[in-house]
């Protein structure tokens, strides 16, 4: 069955980086958009970050963007969220997710994914 894997979750202070992985098995990877996504306590699930299928086009809340970068290799199964100058506000659970999708795009909502991990939590505090 399909399986979502992520890591490299934890406890940092606010201004460093974390860098978030995801390992898919059990699909083909490359027929899928990966997205990030994020759940703050007491707060409803948010996007942050996705990319398509070949890894040509990428797309980032407002919130994160010019401080997160998403990044996927193929040949591994894997995507990757690198997360610079983090705020407190960033700390949430850290979803990935996955997006049967023919298009050459990624989506920006959650009904849009297919499967999804059991998420990794990052705290920063201030």
């Known amino acids: 069955q399909v399986q979502l894997v992520e890591s490299g979750g934890g406890l940092v202070q606010a201004g460093d980086s974390l860098r978030l992985s995801c390992t898919a098995s059990?699909?083909?990877?490359?027929?899928?958009?990966m997205g990030w996504f994020r759940q703050a306590p007491g707060k409803e699930r948010e996007f942050v970050a996705a990319?398509?299928?070949?890894?040509?086009?990428?797309y980032y809340s407002d919130s994160v963007k010019g401080r997160f970068t998403i990044s996927r290799d193929n040949a591994k199964n894997t995507v990757l969220l690198q997360m610079n100058s983090l705020k407190p506000e960033d700390t949430a659970v850290y979803y990935c997710a996955a997006d049967r999708t023919s298009s050459e795009g990624a989506n920006m909502v959650a009904v849009a994914y297919d499967y999804w991990g059991q998420g990794t939590q990052a705290t920063v505090s201030s």
């Open positions: 990319i398509s299928r070949r890894g040509g086009s990428t």
């Open positions: 059990g699909l083909t990877f490359s027929n899928f958009a």
